[in-house]
């Protein structure tokens, strides 16, 4: 069993930053973050292996997000630029056990005013 504990969600204006961060209990295979905008279904936003070296993004965030891990505290961090107020949603953390079991992390809410 994983927990999650997610943070760093809020309000900013449009054009602004926010960087959100996912806490592991344990080792993971991969993890990656999800959203849910208001009346839509969760979609991938970011992904990234454990080792760091591989990621990928959904395409209206490639450029303006950067996904990192520190795998030495399980932890990892999505870097949010340039945000605009389709990128308004919950923002959960996904990751995969090295079981390859799947874990959700509580949401956490990311709202951009314009």
């Known amino acids: 069993q994983v927990q999650l504990v997610e943070s760093g969600g809020g309000l900013v204006q449009v054009g602004g930053s926010l960087r959100l961060s996912c806490a592991a209990s344990?080792?993971?295979?991969?993890m990656g973050w999800f959203r849910q905008g208001p009346g839509k279904g969760r979609v991938f936003v970011a992904g990234i292996s454990r080792s760091g070296d591989l990621t990928n993004y959904e395409a209206s965030v490639k450029g303006r997000f950067t996904i990192s891990a520190d795998n030495r505290k399980n932890t990892i961090y999505l870097q949010m630029n340039s945000l605009k107020p389709e990128d308004t949603a919950v923002y959960y953390c996904?990751?995969?056990?090295?079981?390859?079991?799947?874990?959700w992390g509580q949401g956490t809410q990311v709202t951009v005013s314009s």
């Open positions: 344990g080792r993971t295979f991969s």
């Open positions: 996904k990751v995969t056990s090295l079981s390859r079991d799947d874990y």
